[in-house]
């Protein structure tokens, strides 16, 4: 399988690259990159550099396109990697807008093609180990309390420009739209409310804002998400016989032992979870769902989480309106 990657961000640089060259079922990588053609380490597995996207959709023989350029780009780039007839994986948020959402994935499935959002925390073995503590208590997780709040970024990076996507909803929104749905499941919430606590940078993108969702069920999820706090990245997963709580949950690093916090009966003990790339984990995920056609789930988890962040955004829209 040969894959064309968009963008050359340091994410991928750091994560993404790493797992591709050394993956047994990628047998070449291709990479299209307008601002840093240059810089494109030429390692084993790379086939082809192109500083232009056109070309490199023209010319690359992929069978996947890896989206990760800034958010604004993503649906222009994915819908013409699908008509190309290649699948796509996009980094989060796949899309800034509901209906571009629900067109590519309409257009995916009429072409029997994948596409995958890389919210790849949810593929971490820790979320296993948390539901089976779960499991073995006899219940279900029924309050959900995240936090995801990192110091200011440098003044010149995207995510502080309206017009490329930017805003603490789109970067952090994913993982406080996807949360409720890793553990309560795909249904869609009852309410979702947000509040911006906080707007800045080129067109007054949100820096920061809290949230609570509602969920069939008496479940509920509260959280507080921004880039302007000191470093915050941690999950509470509460029911009636158990809770867990977990740090760094949204961006464990592959090599790091993560420790899980148990309370039970009034009882607290630490769990170990062996380390795990998650992005290997995901993209193993989305090679067997290219070879067998069975791409429906990753699209509906895609869905459910852009339906959760069009409401999520529009009720934090509604609230600054009226101010």
Same mark, same amino acid.
Do not use: W
């Given at each position: ?10 994410? =991928? ?24 053609? !240059? ?13 232009? %996207? ?21 649906? !222009?780039?994915?819908?013409?990697? @699908?008509?190309? !007839?290649?699948?796509?994986?996009? *980094? ?7 209906? *571009? ?70 970067? @952090?929104?994913? %993982? ?5 749905? =890793? ?40 959280? /507080?998400? !921004? ?6 990245? /941690? ?24 420790? +899980? ?22 993209? *193993? ?15 509906? *988890? +895609? @869905?459910?989480?852009? @339906? ?16």
């Amino acid at each position: 399988m040969k894959i064309l990657v968009v963008g050359y961000s340091r994410f =991928v640089q750091n994560r993404v690259m790493p797992v591709l060259l050394a993956h047994p079922d990628i047998s070449a990588v291709d990479i299209a990159s307008r601002s840093k053609p !240059g810089q494109v380490s030429r390692a084993r597995n790379i086939n082809e550099v192109f500083d232009d %996207y056109d070309a490199a959709f023209s010319k690359s023989t992929a069978d996947v396109v890896y989206v990760s350029t800034v958010n604004s780009a993503h649906a !222009g780039l994915v819908k013409d990697a @699908l008509s190309k !007839g290649k699948h796509v994986i996009v *980094d989060k948020p796949a899309f800034t807008d509901l209906s *571009d959402a629900e067109q590519v994935i309409d257009r995916a499935r009429k072409s029997c093609l994948c596409v995958a959002e890389a919210t790849i925390y949810a593929y971490h073995g820790q979320i296993t180990a948390i539901k089976d503590q779960f499991t073995a208590a006899g219940c279900a997780p029924s309050r959900l309390i995240a936090v995801f709040s990192v110091p200011p970024l440098n003044a010149d990076n995207f995510r502080y420009e309206a017009a490329l996507g930017g805003g603490a909803m789109f970067d @952090l929104g994913p %993982y406080a739209v996807s949360a409720g749905r =890793v553990f309560f499941g795909r249904e869609e919430p009852v309410e979702i409310e947000a509040r911006v606590t906080s707007r800045g940078g080129k067109g007054g993108v949100d820096i920061s804002f809290s949230m609570l969702a509602t969920y069939p069920g008496g479940r509920s999820m509260v959280g /507080h998400f !921004g880039f302007d706090t000191e470093y915050q990245n /941690h999950l509470e997963v509460i029911g009636p016989g158990v809770s867990v709580k977990a740090d760094r949950i949204f961006t464990t690093p592959a090599n790091m032992e993560n420790k +899980l916090y148990v309370q039970r009966r009034n009882s607290s003990s630490a769990l170990s979870v062996a380390p795990c790339d998650n992005f290997r984990i995901f993209l *193993d995920t989305v090679i067997d769902a290219v070879k067998t056609g069975r791409h429906d789930p990753l699209a509906a *988890d +895609l @869905l459910t989480d852009a @339906l959760a962040l069009h409401r999520l955004r529009a009720s934090a829209s509604e609230v600054h309106k009226c101010r």
